[in-house]
């Protein structure tokens, strides 16, 4: 097979996956969307844990903690990242052994997924069999630009009717993203779906 038609395949794949996802990825997110936005439109969310990583199959491996909208029906959710369609050096971030007994958070609409693990996002797609990884996520970072464990707590806050203060990327250099240094913070909240920096951003962190 010709590199021209291996690359042809790759992007024949990933057009399926996401004419597959149908109306439903378009409708989970816009670009960007706020937190809440994410909260009110989600079919399930969960805080989950890294248990395992498979470099040589590009599978993640998770174990649920705990549910906080809906029921992910499974206590293990296998992701396949493959590299061919994340590209490699990002499919490797997740794909560390250093990953496992972190904090993940899965932000679920049907059969389409944002996972965070650490402070880096992705999007999986479900064919009806099995959860693979379409590309690394970056304008999440706008939406929520902290870690994993932090927006476990934050979400239970905002799905409780409670506002919050985030970190987010609006506006962010290349140099500020790279670095991992959001430049702005955002209030946040169900009632707070559309994306309004010039109502929703603060000064501080501080409420």
């Known amino acids: 097979m010709s590199s021209l038609t291996r690359r042809l395949v790759v992007l024949t794949a990933a057009i399926g996956a996401i004419v597959a996802a149908g109306n439903r990825g378009v409708a989970f997110v816009g670009w960007p969307d706020t937190l809440g936005a994410f909260c009110h439109h989600a079919t399930q969310i969960a805080v989950v844990r890294v248990e395992a990583v498979d470099e040589d199959k590009g599978v993640m491996t998770?174990?649920?903690?705990?549910?906080?909208?809906?029921?992910?029906?499974?206590?293990?959710?296998?992701?396949?990242l493959p590299a061919r369609t994340m590209g490699a050096n990002q499919a490797k971030r997740f794909l560390n052994r250093d990953n496992v007994g972190k904090t993940a958070v899965l932000m679920q609409y049907h059969d389409v997924v944002e996972t965070l693990v650490g402070d880096s996002w992705y999007r999986a797609f479900h064919d009806g069999n099995s959860w693979t990884g379409a590309w690394v996520d970056r304008p999440m970072h706008w939406t929520y630009g902290g870690s994993a464990d932090r927006l476990a707590g934050i979400l239970a806050e905002v799905l409780a009717g409670r506002e919050a203060i985030v970190p987010s990327y609006e506006g962010a250099t290349n140099q500020q993203f790279e670095a991992r240094k959001p430049p702005?913070?955002?209030?946040?909240?169900?009632?707070?779906?559309?994306w309004n920096p010039t109502r929703d951003r603060v000064a501080t962190e501080r409420k």
């Open 62 to 80: 998770y174990r649920k903690v705990r549910d906080l909208k809906g029921t992910i029906a499974d206590n293990v959710v296998r992701h396949t």
């Open 184 to 194: 702005a913070w955002m209030r946040v909240g169900l009632e707070r779906k559309d």
